[in-house]
């Protein structure tokens, strides 16, 4: 695939895929982050389950999944971090990496059908890969295709109201990035250079793009008082407290969800049969 055919995202997250888990891979701020949301996954997904995962990346959760006995089939519209996940699940028999946007899960899954391949235990989506998409229910679509009755779902956003976001960027004097997260249109975000379409999904929004096959089970913050990235490298250097912010979290995560910096859903898959089948 060619880079001039990749959607907008896609194609700024493929020109920092190697060098993307340097470059985040040492903020102790998402480490933090990434350990809540495993948390809940080591819950959900008992070994040997079959996981479709949305927008993976570099293949960071996949591994540790994998790690774990999960069999893994990690998807991601960039072919750059696809190639780079590919490479680090390639030990583990089960798991795989393929280029795939979440848009296209519709056409995926009929793909997956057409080869028998049996359908997800649970799929999940982590970091926010879903707010470079404009159109979830097609990937709601795609996923009551690909998910089994009764399996899993985890979809990890962005909050649409970052009480720590605000703070950070208004202590950096750029009320418009303090302020963008209450926007309802599409927001323009910055890569490398390459600029692309972020949108704050509203959990209304979310909840009625999941209907009827997926129903809600739970709600999480992740980074209630752990700081966004934009507080990096400065939290960093302040493990301690950081640490200390990570066990509020953990007492506040569910009443206080809405405030994350991320908000964790899960649901569960109905009955209902996907459409057109």
């Known amino acids: 695939m060619e880079s001039d ?28 982050q990434r350990r809540a949301v495993r948390h809940v996954l080591g819950e959900v997904f008992p070994a040997t389950s079959r996981i479709l995962e949305i927008g993976g990346g570099t293949g960071e959760d996949a591994l540790w999944l994998a790690e774990r ?9 960039s072919p750059r971090m696809v190639q780079i996940s590919a490479h680090k699940l390639r030990a583990h028999h089960g798991s795989s990496a ?12 009929i793909d997956e059908s057409e080869i028998g391949q049996q359908a997800f235990d649970g799929a999940f989506s982590n970091f926010a890969a879903l707010n470079c998409v404009s159109d979830v229910p097609a990937v709601a679509r795609g996923l009551a295709r690909l998910v089994r009755p009764g399996g899993t779902l985890v979809l990890v956003v962005f909050g649409t109201c970052s009480p720590g976001e605000v703070v950070v960027e208004l202590a950096r004097l750029r009320p418009r990035s303090a302020f963008r997260r209450f926007s309802t249109h599409p927001v323009v975000a910055h890569l490398n250079g390459r600029i692309f379409p972020v949108q704050y999904h509203r959990p209304r929004e979310i909840k009625l793009a999941m209907q009827p096959w997926f129903r809600q089970v ?14 990096e490298p400065w939290i960093s250097r302040h493990p301690r407290l950081l640490s200390v912010l990570e066990a509020i979290d953990r ?19 109905t009955a209902v049969p996907p459409d057109g089948a």
């Open 251 to 269: 007492r506040v995560s569910g009443w206080l969800a809405p405030l994350g910096d991320h908000v964790l859903y899960q649901y569960e898959r």
């Open 5 to 32: 055919v990749l959607r907008p995202a896609a194609f700024a997250f493929d020109t920092v895929a190697t060098d993307f888990d340097h470059r985040f891979g040492e903020w102790l701020s998402v480490s933090a």
């Open 69 to 77: 006995g999960c069999r893994v089939l990690l998807t991601d519209a």
């Open 218 to 231: 739970r709600r999480r913050g992740i980074g209630i008082f752990v700081p966004p990235s934009a507080a």
């Open 98 to 109: 393929r280029v795939a946007a979440a848009e296209t899960l519709e056409t995926f899954a």
